[in-house]
């Protein structure tokens, strides 16, 4: 996953954030498996990236 600098609100999968139920917000924007998710603010992106991080990790390791 990477912070998204130069992808633009157009281009998310999401209206609105999977963590607040907020609308997205042109600054809180990442890439998960090749496509744009939105977040309402750059902390909700953060803490999202921290648990699928976890996840992806552990998936990788069972293989």
Known sequence: MEVIGSSSI?????????????????????????????FCNPGCRDKFEKAVGMFDTAISEKK
């Open 10 to 38: 157009a281009d998310v999968i999401n209206d609105i954030c999977p963590w607040s139920g907020e609308p997205v917000s042109a600054d809180a924007l990442t890439t998960y498996r090749g496509h744009t998710v939105g």
